[in-house]
């Protein structure tokens, strides 16, 4: 009993309908502290309909939300100040949710002889929120090192998802993904260059979703790949001219360059050696060495004539 008034079924009023399509089929998705509206499809009229309940049933039987007629309106308990009732259509604001507000919804309007029925399910959920992410930052060597990513977050029922620049990243032979209700690991392990780049970790749920601030990570590699141009590009040279040579190498960091003149170490670091106005006594194998300070590998180029 709710102030002398009994939850009715309605059941002996005439005209009776299921109302087909009065309530969206559902479920409606709505946060802890949000609003929802229970919208009918119902077209307004130009007199308040003779009669609208709403009920809810969030599992441990029917409750009043409100019932409303021509002489006044009877609101449940928990309900006063979180509903408005717009009469016209039979639609419910409902504010200030809360879990236990999640459950089926049910609205039964009279007009004149007619009275329809509508269902629906409400679905509450706590907000995804304080997403965190760690490391902020990774400086890795291919081959060599692993690294481990983690992600937690506030709210319920959360999905976690990985993304690495604009791409999912998926669970492989090197990639293990490890996730449960509050956290999710991103494990790497013998990252190579391919790996580098930002990831971010997506947290979602029906009601709401976040995506965290971009972890960066830096894979150090190389050298490899090195190679030896020459300018002018000819097969001979002669006495007097100049000559440029240009080594590189696949690196990061940039590699160090050593040159070297059939086997002897040159005095010249450096990318590129110049050899202005040459003489006889420079003719050759050149050949260069790249070294990586992180990685701390080298690699030597071939000899060029």
Known sequence: MIEGYKISSFSSLKGLSNGAGVLPDGPLIASVGGTVTFTTNLNPTETPFSLVQWQADPGSGLELIVFSQTTGDTTGPGYEGRIT???????????????????????????GLVQKVGRTILDIYDPVSNVRVSPLSADLIEFNSSVRLSCSSSGSSLSFLWMKDSSEVTASDRVQINTNEENS??????????????????????????????????????????????????????????????????????????WFLNGDQLINNGPLLRLVNIQMSQSGNYSCQAFNSKTLRYQTSQPSP
């Not at 009732?85 to 007009?111: A, C, P």
């Not at 690991?185 to 190579?192: D, G, K, M, Q």
């Not at 709401?208 to 000819?234: H, M, T």
Request: proline letters at 5%.
């Open 85 to 111: 009732l717009f009469r016209s259509t039979g639609s419910l604001e409902l504010r200030n949710l809360k879990f236990s507000d999640s459950g089926e919804y049910i609205v039964s309007v009279q007009d």
């Open 185 to 258: 690991t991103l494990t790497i392990v013998n990252v190579t260059r391919n790996d580098e780049g930002s990831y971010r970790c997506c947290v979602s749920n029906p009601a709401s979703s976040i995506i965290s601030d971009p972890i960066n990570i830096s894979v150090r590699y190389g050298p490899d790949n090195i190679q030896i141009e020459v300018y002018p590009s000819k097969e001979h040279h002669e006495k007097g001219s100049d000559i440029n040579l240009i080594c590189s190498a696949d690196s990061s960091p940039s590699a160090e360059y050593l």
